[in-house]
């Protein structure tokens, strides 16, 4: 079983609180809308760090790191997009991915909505951690943390940074 602390839309915004939220975590995702590389220098120095690029992000995160982040953990079939939308409404980038080979956990950023839906029809739970930084509409910055383990996610949590 792994720990993961899932954040996004940090738009270079650095709060100490992340590492006390996921000081209990294996991992870190950030599902894009990093802005800044002081941001991911730190979490890399804290604890096994994903991620994929935003739309804000620069040359400097396309180069570092993908568009589509795809991959195994804990026998569980992943994959972070910035821009995915979510069940019903997928951005047409990943509507084909779902379609033909859906993931078991899709996580995206971008709305600085939180949102976590069960995706009945492509069998697959869709987590939007919301936004974690100062910039944009959003009134609650949010985190996530959750377990995860043959296949399954569990023991989720949003925590509310006021």
């Not at 870190?28 to 935003?54: C, M, N, Q, T, Y």
């Not at 997928?90 to 379609?99: E, G, L, P, Q």
């Not at 995206?108 to 930084?133: C, F, Q, R, T, W």
């Amino acid at each position: 079983m792994k720990r993961i602390g899932l954040l996004s839309d940090t738009h270079g915004c650095w709060d100490d609180r992340y590492e006390k939220y996921f000081e209990c975590c294996d991992e870190i995702w950030h599902a894009g809308d990093i802005g800044s590389l002081e941001i991911v220098e730190k979490f890399e120095a804290f604890k096994p760090f994903r991620a994929v690029f935003g739309n804000i992000d620069g040359y400097d995160f396309r180069v570092r790191f993908p568009e589509i982040n795809r991959f195994k953990v804990e026998e569980t079939d992943v994959m972070i997009k910035h821009i995915g939308g979510y069940p019903g409404k997928y951005d047409r980038s990943v509507a084909n991915i779902m379609r033909i080979k859906p993931p078991q956990i899709f996580i995206s950023g971008h709305s600085h909505i939180l949102k976590v839906m069960y995706d009945k029809e492509h069998d697959l739970l869709h987590i939007n951690p919301g936004a974690a930084g100062n910039y944009g509409f959003h009134h609650v910055r949010t985190l996530v943390r959750f377990s995860i383990e043959n296949g399954k996610a569990s023991d989720l949590e949003v925590i509310e940074l006021s």
